[in-house]
């Protein structure tokens, strides 16, 4: 393993930081790829290679010791048994040998956080890949990843915008913690969607696995993630149905209910009839009950005839939630009645003018 002229600048900026004397990192051919002296980065350093051939630290007692080397202590640095570079330390043997040890632990450990992130990072990528090969219906081949065995649901979350992009790796990492119980789990971020491809046991509660997740990241970044459960699929045909299925319920119901926060595809009923409906026959639809209620009344009409539904039509109920007068409601329902020619308190009137702006909210 070779590391990077990168990460070794900023272990040796992390070490000067420490010892205030000048470090050089050698590569396993003996060449400085790194100092904290620029002048010395590139040339030839003869004694890593007696470093690295005896597999100890080598004391530099003057500078004609060895050729390109300064006085000072030099020390191999293993990584999986292996040794992968020189750390040297210049300076007075007196004064760096007490720090030698010190140094040499530092840097296998900056060396080994710095594997186990790119690893991380490699991981994060190859699921990525692999879920939107999946899910964008790419034509290729899908390679199995380790440890995926169906049956899978796929579940997507959604947040606002701007949220998921400040918060897209806090959050991948707490699904990573939140699923290191089992492995064979898969998720991903992407297009500001969370996508999980959740694998279900016999009898499993999924819904309130998902809700502790939900939970889980309320708690930690004090943001709520609203949840669409795909169907159950048992083969990558229909983990793709599953993916738009898991959308599509999760636009339609969000609109359908403001109180929930997680929607079930195998749970819906009257969100399924507006999953394939043609565009021009809701265009028509709309058109005809609404368009006589402008863009300003909408907002609010759309408001008040959500909380009527969810206080079951009581006026008192829907008055006080709304923070509104029981007179003033209905003056606004009336309002509604006049532009629209159908009368919210009636029954079947009701669910014509819910159904047009629930659809309208889809747009």
């Not at 007692?61 to 000072?72: P, S």
């Not at 279900?200 to 997740?213: M, P, V």
């Not at 009923?269 to 265009?283: G, H, M, P, R, T």
Request: glycine content about 4%; charged content about 25%.
């Amino acid at each position: 393993m070779d590391i990077s002229t990168n990460l070794a600048n900023n272990i040796l900026s992390k070490m000067k930081e420490i010892i205030n004397q000048d470090l050089n990192y050698i590569n396993t051919k003996g060449i400085i790829i790194a100092s904290t002296n620029p002048d010395r980065i590139g040339n030839f350093h003869e004694a890593s290679l007696v470093c690295i051939r005896k597999g100890t630290q080598v004391i530099i007692e003057n500078d004609e010791q060895f050729i390109g080397a300064k006085k000072g202590i030099n020390m191999p640095i293993y990584f999986d048994n292996n040794i992968i570079g020189v750390i040297g330390i210049t300076g007075d043997k007196n004064e760096v040998e007490k720090y030698g040890e010190i140094i040499r632990m530092m840097t296998s450990i900056l060396i080994k956080e710095a594997w186990l992130k790119d690893q991380d990072i490699r991981k994060k990528e190859i699921t990525k890949a692999f879920i939107e090969r999946i899910i964008l219906e790419y034509d290729h081949d899908i390679y199995s990843m380790t440890n995926f065995s169906f049956p899978y649901t796929c579940i997507v979350g959604v947040v606002d915008k701007n949220n998921f992009i400040f918060l897209d790796d806090k959050i991948s990492n707490a699904l990573r913690d939140y699923f290191a119980y089992d492995n064979h789990h898969f998720f991903t971020i992407s297009r500001n969607e969370m996508i999980i491809l959740y694998h279900y046991y016999k009898d499993e509660n999924l819904l309130l696995s998902i809700e502790n997740l939900q939970k889980f990241i309320l708690k930690k970044f004090n943001v709520l993630i609203k949840f669409g459960i795909g169907s159950n699929s048992k083969d990558y045909e229909e983990l793709k149905i599953s993916y738009k299925n898991a959308k599509e319920i999760l636009k339609i119901s969000t609109v359908f209910s403001s109180k929930k926060s997680i929607f079930n595809y195998n749970e819906m009923d009257l969100e399924l009839l507006f999953v394939n409906l043609k565009k021009n026959a809701i265009e028509n639809f709309k058109n005809k009950i609404l368009k006589s209620i402008s863009s300003k009344d909408f907002e609010e009409f759309s408001n008040i005839l959500t909380v009527y539904e969810e206080e079951n039509g009581s006026v008192i109920h829907t008055a006080d939630k709304l923070f509104m007068h029981k007179n003033t409601l209905q003056y606004k329902l009336n309002k509604i009645k006049r532009l629209s020619g159908y009368d919210p308190r009636n029954l079947k009137d009701f669910t014509i003018l819910s159904l047009a702006f629930k659809l309208k909210n889809l747009e």
